[in-house]
C-alpha cells in the first residue's frame, strides 16, 4: 500500500490562501428536488464537469456466497451496452461525445465516474443514466469481460507482489469477506449470470447508500436537474449484510508462501488507527518520517541506501469500512530477508524510543502540507477528494481540520502513535519467495502451501 496523500484545490479562485484562513474547498451541499445529495465544487474557468459516485457497501463484500467477482464483472458491463445501444454503439456515443465514462469496485463500494465537456453535457448524463437504469447485460459481452478477467488472474498467478497481496487477505482478514478475492476466481467467474449481474445492481444501487462528488463548470441549480435525471429512480433502501468489524490478531505471527523465485516479498502489517482516532495526524507525521516518504525515510535509508538491500521500501497506513491497517512493503533476496527484518526491527524500536528531530519533524509537516496543492490538478481529482471524504464521513472542511491538526502534531505525539501502531504482539509478518533460514526467530513460521481465493 503506497501512502496516501490528500489534496488541495489548485486551480485558480479556488484555492485558500497560505494562512488558512478560508476554507481551502469550497464546498457546496446541493440537494435536488427529489432529494438527491452531493457536494459540488464550481470552477467557471474550463468547460469542463465531473461527477464521481459511489454506492457505499456495494463493493466485493457484498458479493453473493460462491460467486466472487459479480461485483468486478458489474463494473466492466455497465457500460457494454444499456438502453437502445448495443455495446459498440454505446461506446460510439461516449467516443463521439469525447466522453469518459467508467466504473469501479473495491472491497467496500461500487463507484463509477463521469467526466465532459459542458457542450456534450446534455449526452452525457443521458448516458449514466441509461448504464445505471436499463444496461443490457448481453451474453456476449458479459462472456468476453470473463474471459478478460479469467487472463488477468492468471497471467497474475506468478507475480510475487500479487500473490503477496492475496496471502494478506487470507491471513489478515481470515473468515471475513475482506478476505475473498474481490476479482473473482477461475472457478466463480463462469458462474456468474446477467441474473446475477441484475440482482445486484437493482438491490444495492439505492438512494440511501448513494454518495455523490460534481466539480466543474456547472451551477448548483444546473446540478440539481441532472442528479434528478440520473438517480431519482433508484431504490429508497439498498439491501445489504451487515458486517463485523475484522478482529485484533491474538499474537504475532510469521507466515509464508512458498515461491521459487529469487526475490521474496515481505509485508509486516499491524492494526492501524481510525481516522477517527484522537492520534491519527501524530500517525500521519510518523509514517512519513518513518517509511512513508521513500527516499528520505527512515526505513529507506537504513535498508537501501545504507545496506543496499532492497529497491525500494515504503510504510503506510490503509483505513477500511471494517478495518484499519499499518503496513512495511518491501522485497530482498531470499537469503536477505531476516536481515532485512532485523534491520526494520531496529528502525521500529527506534521511533517508539526516541523523539524524531526537529529537522524531522518540520520536513515532514512542510511536505503533508505543502504537497498537496500538486495532487490536485484537474475537475476529477477534485471531485475524488470529495468522495474519499463522503465515504468516510468526514466533515467539508476537513483539510482545513487537517491541516490545523498537523501543526499542532509534537515528537511526543509522533512517539505515542508508534508506540500504539507498532505492538510487537500484533505484528503480522508475511512472506513470498524461497524458503528463509530460521536462526534467531523467535517462532516458527507457518506455511500457506496452496493460496486460497485463485483457482
Do not use: C
Not at 327 to 355: D, F, Y
Not at 392 to 415: A, C, F, G, Q, S
Amino acid at each position: 500500500m503506497k501512502k496516501h496523500i490528500l489534496g488541495f484545490l489548485l486551480l485558480g479562485v479556488m484555492i485558500a490562501p497560505a494562512s488558512g484562513q478560508a476554507s481551502v474547498l469550497d464546498i457546496q451541499s446541493v440537494t435536488s428536488e427529489k432529494g438527491i445529495a452531493a457536494w459540488l465544487v464550481e470552477d467557471k474557468t474550463v468547460p469542463v464537469l465531473s461527477l464521481q459516485f459511489a454506492f457505499l457497501g456495494a463493493g466485493a463484500i457484498n458479493d453473493p456466497d460462491g460467486k466472487q467477482g459479480v461485483s468486478q464483472l458489474l463494473s466492466n458491463t455497465l457500460d457494454e451496452g444499456a438502453g437502445d445501444f448495443d455495446a459498440k454503439e454505446f461506446q460510439e456515443a461516449l467516443n463521439d461525445n469525447s466522453i469518459s465514462l467508467s466504473f469501479s469496485s473495491s472491497r467496500d463500494n461500487f463507484s463509477g465516474s463521469l467526466k465532459t465537456l459542458n457542450k456534450y453535457q446534455d449526452t452525457a448524463f443521458e448516458l449514466l443514466s441509461m448504464a445505471l437504469s436499463s444496461p443490457r447485460f448481453e451474453d456476449e459481452a458479459i462472456e468476453r469481460m470473463k474471459q478478460a478477467n479469467m487472463a488477468r488472474i492468471r497471467s497474475n498467478m506468478s507475480d510475487p507482489e500479487w500473490l503477496a497481496a492475496r496471502l494478506s487477505n487470507t491471513v489478515l482478514f481470515e473468515n471475513h469477506a475482506y478476505a475473498r478475492n474481490s476479482g473473482g476466481t477461475l472457478s466463480s467467474l463462469p458462474k456468474i449470470t446477467a441474473q446475477d449481474l441484475e440482482e445486484k445492481r437493482s438491490k444495492q444501487f439505492a438512494k440511501d447508500n448513494l454518495i455523490v462528488a460534481v466539480s466543474g463548470n456547472i451551477t448548483a441549480e444546473d446540478l440539481k436537474i441532472y442528479l434528478d435525471q440520473v438517480f431519482a429512480n433508484l431504490p429508497e433502501t439498498a439491501e445489504l449484510k451487515t458486517l463485523e468489524q475484522v478482529p485484533q490478531p491474538e499474537g504475532s505471527q510469521i507466515v509464508q508462501h512458498k515461491l521459487p523465485v529469487p526475490q521474496t516479498v515481505v509485508e509486516i502489517a499491524y492494526p492501524g488507527l481510525s481516522r477517527m482516532d484522537e492520534d491519527y495526524f501524530a500517525a500521519e507525521v510518523m509514517n512519513y518520517i518513518f517509511g512513508g516518504a521513500g527516499f528520505g525515510s527512515r526505513l529507506t535509508e537504513t535498508v537501501r541506501e545504507q545496506n543496499g538491500l532492497t529497491y525500494g521500501i515504503y510504510s503506510g497506513m490503509q483505513d477500511m469500512k471494517y478495518a484499519d491497517l499499518y503496513s512495511i512493503g518491501t522485497s530482498t533476496r531470499s537469503e536477505k530477508v531476516a536481515e532485512v527484518l532485523n534491520l526494520i526491527e531496529k528502525e521500529t524500536m527506534k521511533i517508539k524510543s526516541t523523539k524524531v528531530t526537529a529537522k524531522e519533524l518540520q520536513d515532514a509537516k512542510s511536505y503533508l502540507l505543502g504537497s498537496v496543492p500538486l495532487s490536485l490538478t484537474s475537475t476529477d481529482k477534485i471531485a475524488s477528494v470529495m468522495l474519499s471524504f463522503q465515504s468516510r464521513n468526514l466533515p467539508e472542511d476537513y483539510l482545513d481540520i487537517r491541516e490545523h491538526e498537523i501543526k499542532k502534531v509534537t515528537p511526543d505525539d509522533i512517539k505515542r502513535a508508534a508506540n500504539r501502531i507498532l505492538q510487537n504482539d500484533k505484528k503480522t509478518i508475511l512472506l513470498v519467495g524461497a524458503a528463509i533460514e530460521q536462526d534467531n526467530q523467535s517462532e516458527a513460521i507457518r506455511y500457506i502451501e496452496t493460496l486460497p481465493d485463485i483457482e
